[in-house]
């Protein structure tokens, strides 16, 4: 079967599309965050995209027959997820990413995919098998080559990076707990559409005071700041917190969490690749090396893991009949 016309290699490349549709919000973020306040940038996109969805979504649930989801007993499964993976997690970036080094945030976010690793074996009984540990491992090399300057610029030891060290680590665990929990809502038989605007909502609810009282947000601000930040806000909110989030929702119907997360280690070479693009950044050979490592890693996981494992053991059955 040709690799491209499998199922698989269609999860495989829609994993690749999704962590290259996140690493976006990164530069896209540095060429706004000077002119616009940081909740605006956080929260105003998010409210923007449920805003975009949300007649979506009634047309999705008008064509299926059903109602929009309003009782306690409906909303109760996306209270926690709205308010500890979109808003918590969002302030926890922004705030964690002001008060330390984009190096230290940088290999935080390694975290990840490991946070969802354990939560997924708790929650999902997911299991780390042998094909799995080693692409994690090959993953984690590869971001390690990828990114040896961010960690030669990394500062752990001094304490006034600690408070945004421990924020920021924060964030990466509410992403942790978003991601597994989607998948678990993903088992009840909730709707891409359903998850993304209802999670959505209970966000952008949660950060009204925000853009109210701590750092005000005024439309006229917004409209005078420019084309590049009016356009950075709706590539964020559609792409970003839409489109990608709907995909990756539609890939957890037929990969486990722990699969799926493990494309996350290819966001330092995605934002390396973009950076070059929009802001005229340099990449290296250490990168591709590290890039193509972490490619072949999440191939494994996705593609030919039933293989490696049937592989596996027939090569450890011929070992134990040897001796």
């Given at each position: 079967?040709?690799?491209?016309?499998?199922?698989?290699a269609?999860?495989?490349?829609?994993?690749?599309?999704?962590?290259?549709m996140?690493?976006?919000?990164v530069?896209?973020i540095r060429?706004?965050?000077?002119k616009?306040?940081?909740?605006t940038v956080?929260f105003?996109p998010?409210?923007?995209?449920?805003?975009?969805?949300l007649p979506?979504?009634?047309?999705?649930?008008k064509?299926?027959g059903?109602?929009?989801?309003?009782r306690?007993?409906d909303?109760?499964?996306f209270?926690?997820?709205?308010?500890?993976?979109?808003?918590?997690m969002?302030?926890?970036?922004?705030?964690?990413?002001?008060?330390?080094?984009a190096?230290?945030?940088?290999?935080?976010?390694?975290t990840?995919?490991v946070i969802?690793a354990l939560?997924?074996?708790?929650?999902?009984?997911?299991?780390?098998?042998?094909?799995?540990?080693?692409s994690?491992?090959?993953a984690?090399?590869?971001?390690?080559?990828?990114?040896l300057?961010?960690?030669?610029?990394?500062?752990?030891?001094?304490?006034?990076?600690?408070?945004?060290?421990l924020?920021?680590?924060?964030?990466?665990?509410?992403c942790?707990?978003y991601?597994?929990?989607?998948?678990?809502?993903?088992?009840?038989?909730?709707?891409?559409?359903?998850?993304?605007?209802?999670?959505?909502?209970v966000?952008?609810?949660?950060?009204?005071p925000?853009?109210i009282?701590?750092?005000?947000?005024?439309?006229?601000?917004?409209?005078?700041?420019?084309?590049?930040?009016?356009?950075?806000i709706?590539?964020?909110?559609?792409?970003v917190?839409?489109?990608?989030m709907?995909?990756?929702?539609?890939?957890?119907?037929?990969?486990?969490?722990?699969?799926?997360?493990?494309?996350?280690y290819?966001?330092?070479?995605?934002i390396?690749?973009?950076?070059l693009?929009?802001?005229?950044?340099?990449?290296?050979?250490?990168?591709?090396?590290?890039?193509?490592?972490?490619l072949?890693?999440?191939?494994?996981v996705?593609?030919?893991e039933?293989?490696?494992?049937?592989?596996?053991?027939?090569?450890?059955?011929?070992?134990?009949?040897?001796?």
């Open positions: 079967m040709n690799l491209f016309t499998s199922k698989k269609g999860d495989w490349l829609l994993v690749l599309l999704i962590n290259f996140w690493a976006t919000q530069p896209v060429l706004i965050g000077d616009l306040s940081p909740a956080a105003v998010l409210i923007i995209s449920t805003i975009i969805f979506l979504l009634w047309r999705e649930t064509k299926r059903v109602k929009i989801k309003w306690w007993n909303i109760k499964y209270i926690l997820p709205g308010l500890i993976g979109i808003f918590l969002q302030y926890g970036y922004t705030i964690g990413a002001r008060m330390t080094l190096a230290n945030a940088g290999i935080i976010t390694l990840i995919p969802v939560l997924a074996s708790l929650f999902l009984k997911e299991k780390l098998n042998f094909v799995r540990i080693i994690f491992l090959l984690i090399g590869g971001v390690l080559i990828t990114s300057s961010d960690f030669s610029e990394a500062d752990f030891g001094k304490n006034q990076y600690l408070t945004g060290n924020i920021f680590f924060l964030a990466c665990c509410c942790g707990y991601n597994t929990y989607c998948k678990v809502l993903v088992e009840k038989k909730i709707t891409e559409l359903e998850i993304l605007v209802y999670c959505s909502i966000g952008s609810l949660a950060s009204v925000l853009l009282w701590v750092e005000p947000f005024h439309l006229t601000t917004l409209m005078q700041s420019g084309s590049t930040p009016i356009l950075g709706l590539e964020l909110s559609l792409i917190y839409g489109i990608s709907l995909l990756f929702f539609y890939v957890l119907k037929r990969m486990d969490v722990t699969q799926a997360i493990l494309g996350n290819l966001l330092p070479f995605f390396a690749i973009l950076g693009i929009l802001l005229g950044e340099k990449i290296t050979r250490s990168m591709i090396v590290g890039g193509l490592l972490i072949v890693s999440t191939l494994m996705t593609v030919y039933g293989k490696l494992m049937v592989l596996f053991a027939k090569k450890g059955r011929a070992m134990s009949d040897r001796e």
